[in-house]
């Protein structure tokens, strides 16, 4: 007997099968085939059509795929972003906010973690931080950030509606180390990192971008990669609107793609 599940593993192996194959307009018929037998989007549908240039653009990667996709990925999480993909944002922010915002007497007394993943940034940031929150969509994300036994408090959650919705003390340092590439509108998260910070809060992210020629007119978009980038100008004109403002930008390699770096900005802003 065929069950839904094996339509949609078969729609979705389908469709991938031809976009690896340079076939695209088939790939993007077979794309929305598998939307419509899995609207929450698990698979990232939406997200690869707009990477292919054949879809319209998300305000967002939809946060079924993103769940999923740390879930899975979990138990090798570090081993991947770390040792294979170079990955080191958590350290560059820390430097950065040694150089740049060093916080009252050198720490900060709260850290809210959007997207702590397994708790690199805790990790990066334990000793500039007295009380550390972390919030992941992933439940098996949080299970490992829970290992390093720093966080006073974990959740299983979406960021940006933790930001909106959470009623608690206000944080006086917010990170995002990883977070914008599966964002593309940044303007709820901003509002909300205001929302439930300090009147002097900082707040620190890292983006990923493309060059000027790729992006053309467009603020954001999906990369190669199914990851969201970001021009600096559209950053700085939605930090202006949410009442922050720009402390610190950055050009870093955010990480490694086929041995190809991936440009982006660490960027630090305060509450205005």
């Not at 707009?50 to 879930?71: K, S």
């Not at 770390?82 to 007394?109: E, I, K, N, T, W």
């Not at 829970?146 to 966080?151: N, R, T, V």
């Not at 950053?235 to 609107?241: E, K, N, S």
């Amino acid at each position: 007997m065929i069950t839904p599940d094996d339509k949609l593993a078969d729609a979705y192996n389908e469709a991938l099968a031809l976009e690896k194959a340079g076939d695209h307009a088939a790939a993007a018929k077979a794309y929305a085939r598998v939307l419509a037998l899995d609207p929450e989007d698990h698979g990232g549908a939406a997200v690869r059509l707009a990477a292919l240039g054949l879809g319209d653009t998300p305000q967002r990667a939809p946060e079924a795929y993103v769940e999923m996709l740390f879930d899975q990925h979990a138990s090798v999480f570090d081993d991947i972003l770390v040792d294979q993909l170079g990955y080191h944002v958590p350290l560059l922010m820390r430097q950065a906010l040694l150089d740049h915002a060093p916080g009252p007497s050198g720490s900060y007394a709260r850290l809210l973690d959007l997207g702590c993943g397994t708790g690199l940034a805790g990790v990066a940031l334990a000793d500039m931080t007295s009380n550390r929150t972390g919030i992941d969509l992933s439940a098996n994300m949080i299970d490992l950030a829970a290992e390093h036994e720093l966080y006073d408090e974990l959740y299983v959650g979406d960021a940006v509606s933790f930001v909106q919705e959470v009623e608690d003390e206000p944080w006086d340092l917010v990170a995002a180390t990883d977070v914008l590439p599966y964002l593309g509108d940044v303007a709820a998260l901003f509002a909300g990192v205001r929302r439930i910070g300090t009147a002097t809060a900082v707040f620190g992210f890292s983006t990923e971008v493309l060059p000027d020629e790729v992006m053309g007119a467009n603020d954001f978009m999906v990369g190669p990669h199914q990851r969201f980038v970001h021009k600096l100008a559209y950053i700085d004109r939605a930090l202006t609107v949410a009442g922050f403002t720009l402390l610190h930008a950055s050009d870093i390699t955010v990480r490694h793609e086929e041995g190809t770096p991936q440009p982006g900005h660490l960027v630090l802003a305060r509450v205005v």
